[in-house]
């Protein structure tokens, strides 16, 4: 079937207007999908231990997601967040490993628990970052309210803005428990 005729010519009018639609589409937000409130989840660390988050908890989260791309950035938000709070939360990295063959899963597992000795969640099939709108190449900070309520998200690098704004959601979470 030709698509001729006056309703399908293309005009500049219709032009902008297919171009203001794909622009949106392009601009919304990556995490879109992401959860308003947080999945149960378990994932086992490099050292082979289970780790279930299961909410309600008594205890704020703190989860840090980081693939081999943005891997290099996650300290800058793990370091002063344990700092301010250590065992006031639950801080977790998790780290997304999908690109990791399974034949290389166990490499993987020897080289985390060789190079970091604070447990790290590995997301090897990608089911949990997936879960939490994970926007690849970039950490991804999220702050869990005890009930599982997605309380702050942030993406890329840490700032000294991004690390108050985090410090401020965990803060009013924490207040509000007491």
């Known amino acids: 079937m030709e698509l001729r005729g006056s309703r399908f010519r293309r005009t500049p009018?219709?032009?902008?207007?297919?171009?203001?639609?794909?622009?949106?589409?392009?601009?919304?937000?990556?995490?879109a999908g992401a959860p308003e409130r947080t999945m149960d989840f378990e994932l086992?660390?490099?050292?082979?231990?289970a780790l279930?988050?299961?909410?309600?908890?008594?205890?704020?989260?703190?989860?840090?997601?980081?693939?081999?791309?943005?891997?290099?950035?996650v300290e800058g938000w793990?370091?002063?967040?344990y700092e301010r709070y250590t065992d006031r939360i639950d801080l977790h990295g998790v780290a997304v490993l999908t690109e990791v063959p399974s034949l290389f899963h166990g490499y993987a597992r020897r080289q985390f628990r060789k190079n970091v000795k604070y447990p790290v969640l590995l997301d090897f099939k990608g089911?949990?970052?997936k879960a939490f709108g994970y926007?690849?190449?970039?950490?991804?900070?999220?702050?869990?309210?005890?009930?599982?309520a997605v309380a702050h998200r942030a993406a890329g690098s840490a700032t000294p803005e991004?690390?108050?704004r985090l410090y401020a959601e965990v803060d009013r979470l924490l207040d509000a428990r007491r």
């Not at 279930?52 to 693939?67: C, I």
């Not at 950490?139 to 599982?148: R, T």
């Open 135 to 148: 926007e690849g190449d970039k950490p991804n900070v999220l702050v869990i309210a005890h009930d599982g």
């Open 127 to 129: 089911d949990v970052s």
């Open 162 to 164: 991004g690390l108050n």
């Open 52 to 73: 279930a988050y299961r909410f309600p908890k008594e205890r704020v989260s703190v989860l840090v997601f980081g693939d081999r791309k943005g891997s290099g950035q």
């Open 13 to 31: 009018r219709r032009a902008a207007l297919l171009m203001a639609v794909l622009l949106s589409a392009v601009a919304a937000p990556a995490r």
């Open 44 to 49: 086992r660390d490099q050292f082979g231990k």
């Open 78 to 81: 793990v370091r002063p967040v």
